[in-house]
């Protein structure tokens, strides 16, 4: 099961994941969210630490690591 999220438009994104590589050559896990799941991309859950925020002016979603308040 994928982990999904319904952004206040009503649209269904995806989180996924997957490793990339720098220019300086540093491999680094990116997330992301896409509106179709891809296979072998696509996360079952969020990230341990990590919250999902939406962007206010088109509605995109985004994760950052959660803060305490």
């Given at each position: 099961m994928a982990f999904s999220h319904v952004n206040k438009?009503?649209?269904t994104y995806f989180l996924h994941g997957k490793m990339?590589?720098?220019?300086?050559?540093?491999?680094q896990k990116i997330h992301y969210f896409a509106k179709e799941a891809k296979p072998g991309?696509?996360?079952?859950?969020l990230p341990e630490g990590y919250e999902v925020v939406?962007?206010?002016?088109?509605?995109?979603?985004?994760i950052?690591?959660?803060v305490a308040k």
């Open positions: 438009k009503g649209q990339v590589t720098l220019r300086g050559g540093r491999e991309e696509v996360l079952p859950a939406e962007n206010e002016r088109t509605g995109l979603p985004f950052r690591k959660h």
